[in-house]
């Protein structure tokens, strides 16, 4: 709120240095130290408030080494990683902007849902949470949410080069037009880097792309179903999830900052973006929180985030990914959600058909998701959570550098 506080002030009063707050930097650096001090500050009361309400982590014997002393460790650590970027969000960003509204319903969205399937593990003793058909109809009313928004909002749009403007030198000069509704995206690592959803029902004849959204509406519940799924999967040992997710959400930051420039979208020969720009104190936020849940979540983690986290955590990185037409980057960049997925089911697949075929079920790994197979190979939980930090940020690399290899 304090952004149309000062807002209101520069317009009425025009007072001196009043407009920093309209400046994105200013505002984002502002955004991440509060989450940050947030985080770490009130962190510490809200797991003492965990811990006093007996609201612990329930393990499953798996027989991984250390599982037993985790027993009792308070879980719901989520709701710090909300609440540090939800309150600095409300003070900096624009919270009329549809890309900020988003991803606040996002937030709030999935952290319920996790929040309900975290209460129903501890207070009523189930151990399989929230049946997992309500847990994926949370999730794909959430892509049909943000589906449905993105493709009939009118401030959704793209600005386009236009190359038909001739200067006074009698110079033919790309400039950009007026805002236009698009579904399109970014491919990576092609020169002509732009798909149309539209062009998908192109058969259908004239008027086709007035129905892109048969295609781009279930693509969004996918990617949402499938990112949000994958951050609860790679939740397994203490600072992964948390570290990955801060590494993936700095990256897509980036990405944010571009897109919302004209001056940088049109060097990198990306789509110019009206207002998403203002995605980036969200971004700085939620940054800020996921380091300062990190602080109390390394090994031997203090609390863990338990659904009420990783759920909400996929949900804001498949729904910003898609805002700034990234989404098809989500593979590499979110590798490690991926290689955590995809194991899972080659595991579930691979010992089906092998039962099926043999009479026996045999398996890929020694255990999945990936992480604990390497637990199995008796690695130390803080290698394999490095190790993938590690990787991740590669990945983040090479997801940054797509942007002008081609």
Same mark, same amino acid.
């Given at each position: 709120?304090?952004?149309?506080?000062?807002?209101?002030?520069?317009?009425?009063?025009?007072?001196?240095?009043?407009? *920093?707050?309209?400046?994105?930097?200013?505002?984002?650096?502002?955004?991440?130290?509060?989450? *940050? *001090?947030? &985080?770490?500050?009130?962190?510490?009361?809200?797991?003492?408030?965990?811990?006093?309400?007996?609201?612990?982590?329930?393990?499953?014997?798996?027989?991984?080494?250390?599982?037993?002393?985790?027993?009792?460790?308070?879980?719901?650590?989520?709701?710090?990683?909300?609440?540090?970027?939800? *309150?600095?969000?409300?003070?900096?960003?624009?919270?009329?902007?549809?890309?900020?509204?988003?991803?606040?319903?996002?937030?709030?969205?999935?952290?319920?849902?996790?929040?309900?399937?975290?209460?129903?593990?501890?207070? #009523?003793?189930?151990?399989?949470?929230?049946?997992?058909?309500?847990?994926?109809?949370?999730?794909?009313?959430?892509?049909?949410?943000?589906?449905?928004?993105?493709?009939?909002?009118?401030?959704?749009?793209?600005?386009?080069?236009?190359?038909?403007?001739?200067?006074?030198?009698?110079?033919?000069?790309?400039?950009?037009?007026?805002?236009?509704? &698009?579904?399109?995206?970014?491919?990576?690592?092609?020169?002509?880097?732009?798909?149309?959803?539209?062009?998908?029902?192109?058969?259908?004849?004239?008027?086709?792309?007035?129905?892109?959204?048969?295609?781009?509406?279930?693509?969004?519940?996918?990617?949402?179903?499938?990112?949000?799924?994958?951050?609860?999967?790679?939740?397994?040992?203490?600072?992964? &999830?948390?570290?990955?997710? &801060?590494?993936?959400?700095?990256?897509?930051?980036?990405?944010?900052?571009?897109?919302?420039?004209?001056?940088?979208?049109?060097?990198?020969?990306?789509?110019?973006?009206?207002?998403?720009?203002?995605?980036?104190?969200?971004?700085?936020?939620?940054?800020?929180?996921?380091?300062?849940?990190?602080?109390?979540?390394?090994?031997?983690?203090?609390?863990?985030?338990?659904?009420?986290?990783?759920?909400?955590?996929?949900?804001?990185?498949?729904?910003?990914?898609?805002?700034?037409?990234?989404?098809?980057?989500?593979?590499?960049?979110?590798?490690?959600?991926?290689?955590?997925?995809?194991?899972?089911?080659?595991?579930?697949?691979?010992?089906?058909?092998? #039962?099926?075929?043999?009479?026996?079920?045999?398996?890929?790994?020694?255990?999945?998701?990936?992480?604990?197979?390497?637990?199995?190979?008796?690695?130390?939980?803080?290698?394999?959570?490095?190790?993938?930090?590690?990787?991740?940020?590669?990945?983040?690399?090479?997801?940054?550098?797509?942007?002008?290899?081609?």
């Amino acid at each position: 709120m304090l952004y149309y506080l000062f807002e209101f002030l520069e317009k009425q009063y025009q007072l001196p240095g009043a407009g *920093l707050f309209q400046f994105l930097t200013f505002r984002a650096a502002m955004s991440v130290l509060l989450s *940050l *001090l947030i &985080a770490m500050v009130y962190g510490k009361r809200i797991i003492l408030f965990l811990q006093k309400k007996q609201i612990g982590e329930s393990i499953r014997d798996l027989g991984l080494e250390g599982q037993k002393q985790k027993a009792g460790t308070p879980t719901m650590g989520g709701l710090i990683i909300i609440v540090s970027t939800l *309150l600095p969000v409300i003070l900096f960003a624009d919270i009329k902007n549809i890309y900020v509204i988003l991803l606040i319903v996002t937030t709030l969205w999935m952290g319920i849902i996790g929040f309900i399937d975290d209460y129903i593990k501890i207070f #009523k003793k189930d151990k399989e949470g929230l049946k997992g058909r309500f847990k994926v109809m949370g999730q794909v009313g959430l892509g049909l949410i943000v589906g449905l928004t993105l493709y009939f909002h009118p401030a959704v749009t793209i600005k386009e080069k236009d190359s038909t403007t001739i200067t006074k030198n009698f110079k033919v000069e790309q400039v950009y037009g007026e805002e236009t509704k &698009a579904v399109r995206t970014n491919v990576p690592f092609f020169k002509n880097n732009e798909l149309d959803y539209a062009d998908f029902i192109s058969w259908m004849g004239e008027g086709a792309e007035d129905y892109a959204w048969l295609i781009f509406i279930p693509v969004v519940i996918l990617i949402v179903t499938a990112v949000s799924n994958g951050a609860n999967l790679t939740d397994g040992i203490d600072g992964l &999830a948390a570290g990955s997710s &801060a590494i993936i959400v700095l990256t897509l930051g980036i990405f944010a900052w571009v897109s919302g420039n004209i001056q940088f979208s049109d060097y990198l020969d990306i789509f110019y973006l009206p207002r998403v720009g203002e995605l980036v104190v969200f971004i700085a936020a939620f940054v800020g929180a996921l380091v300062g849940f990190l602080w109390y979540n390394t090994y031997p983690a203090q609390v863990f985030m338990g659904d009420t986290g990783s759920l909400t955590i996929g949900g804001v990185i498949a729904v910003i990914a898609i805002i700034v037409r990234k989404e098809l980057l989500i593979p590499i960049l979110c590798g490690i959600f991926f290689a955590e997925s995809l194991s899972v089911m080659l595991q579930v697949g691979y010992f089906k058909h092998t #039962k099926r075929k043999y009479g026996e079920g045999r398996r890929i790994f020694l255990m999945a998701p990936l992480h604990h197979h390497y637990q199995k190979k008796s690695y130390h939980e803080s290698k394999i959570v490095t190790r993938f930090w590690i990787i991740g940020i590669m990945l983040a690399i090479i997801s940054i550098v797509t942007l002008k290899i081609r």
